[in-house]
């Protein structure tokens, strides 16, 4: 079945630190990919997306590219902050049964020290 | 735009009683709402799709009749933990999707629901 393997956490980084997250997918048809960030006690934000290869999402300073030949889709960020800290997952949306369902990765778990 | 919310944010319940969560689109219809399981350090699992107007259709392991999901407009969507254990308790959180169709790929998510049932 369909299946994302995101990278394991947790992983700890200083404030200004750059930052990358991994993520690849099953190549099942051509998924759009998202990612999604959940701070603490809360649900799940959506923090960027992108809908074909060489796709670049990106939002508040997070990026990353639809790599359709590596069926990656890799988060980065140049300068983390504190404010950054949380889980962030991958999810690539196939669609079916006249819906777009989403394959979350297990997420990984950021924290940013001063 | 595309805000979801749920009601309550947190609920807690005696084994053997019914708790029902609400889930809103505030400014979109959503024709189709998600709703999903999450454990303590783990992922999303889903437990079923509905569409407005039609049963609910749930994942695999999923008991339909513990778990009933109305979606009677497009803008809400229900959740109903039936004869609640302790087992069932968890943080339920919905999604809806349904903007114009050039993002009907895309979920919105509530803040979840923190059930616990003692």
């Known amino acids: 079945g369909d299946s994302v393997t995101q990278m394991e956490g947790p992983v700890t980084l200083s404030e200004e630190a750059f930052l990358t997250i991994n993520c690849t997918y099953t190549?099942?048809?051509?998924?759009?990919l998202f990612w999604y960030v959940q701070y603490p006690g809360e649900g799940l934000q959506l923090l960027l997306k992108?809908?074909?290869?060489?796709d670049k999402g990106s939002n508040k300073g997070f990026e990353a590219t639809y790599r359709k030949e590596t069926t990656s889709f890799h988060l980065e960020k140049g300068s983390v902050q504190v404010s950054d800290s949380a889980v962030y997952f991958c999810a690539p949306s196939y669609s079916g049964a006249g819906s777009y369902q989403l394959t979350f990765g297990k997420g990984t778990k950021l924290s940013v020290i001063p | 735009g595309a805000v979801v919310s749920q009601h309550p944010s947190r609920v807690i319940c005696k084994s053997g009683t019914s708790v029902k969560i609400e889930c809103r689109s505030l400014?979109?219809?959503?024709?189709?709402m998600f709703w999903y399981r999450q454990f303590p350090k783990q992922s999303l699992m889903l437990m079923a799709t509905?569409?407005?107007?039609?049963?609910?259709?749930?994942e695999q392991g999923v008991e339909k009749d513990k778990f009933l999901i109305n979606h009677a407009s497009l803008t809400l969507s229900t959740l109903t933990v039936t004869s609640a254990h302790p087992e069932d308790s968890s943080f339920y959180i919905c999604?809806?999707?349904?903007?114009?169709?050039?993002?009907?790929?895309?979920?919105?998510f509530g803040p979840g629901t923190r059930l616990t049932v003692l």
């Open positions: 999604s809806a999707s349904g903007l114009p169709r050039a993002a009907a790929d895309t979920q919105y």
């Open positions: 509905s569409n407005e107007g039609s049963k609910a259709t749930y």
């Open positions: 992108a809908t074909k290869a060489d």
């Open positions: 190549a099942t048809g051509y998924p759009s």
């Open positions: 400014d979109f219809q959503a024709t189709t």
